[in-house]
């Protein structure tokens, strides 16, 4: 953040006890934290918890995890299942942190979560979504998108699931 959120000034840095160097305005005389969006995306397990869900979105042909931004005043938690409702029409429990990483190219703090769906229909899928398939564990880590943060948050998934 180079510019004030509320006024437009050039920000300066100025050392802040306990934070060090912040950007600050010398107009508000206020520091000014950083401001980036927040988003879910999830591991979706099947009720069994033997099958990851998968998809493909925005006509691109590679698959992902199910994902989207946080609302104002959400819990991310919430976010996750409403968001597999709104895009996949399944029901989510067992919602469990898994891994976050900033993702510059958004300026988003991605949030993953794994849960469990309620059924393995996937016959309320939405626009947002190309296609929805179900995958055993090794054939999701052989599906995902590589060298993509759905795959990092997978792997993290698997990882942990194995020890």
Known sequence: ???????????VTKYLENEGEIPYCPNCNEFRFPIFN???SMV????KKDKI???KQYGRDRYILVAGYINRGEAAEDAVAREL???IGLD???ITFNKSK???KSNTLMNNFYCVADTEDLSGITKEVDLATWFTFEEARR????GSLAEEFLLTFLDKKSH
């Open 102 to 104: 900033f993702f510059e």
């Open 53 to 55: 869900l998968l998809i």
């Open 1 to 11: 953040m180079k510019y004030c959120v509320e006024c437009g000034t050039k920000l």
């Open 85 to 87: 409702k709104e895009e």
């Open 38 to 40: 927040s988003a879910v």
């Open 44 to 47: 979706v397990l099947s009720p």
């Open 143 to 146: 599906n995902i998108a590589h």
């Open 92 to 94: 989510a429990s067992e």
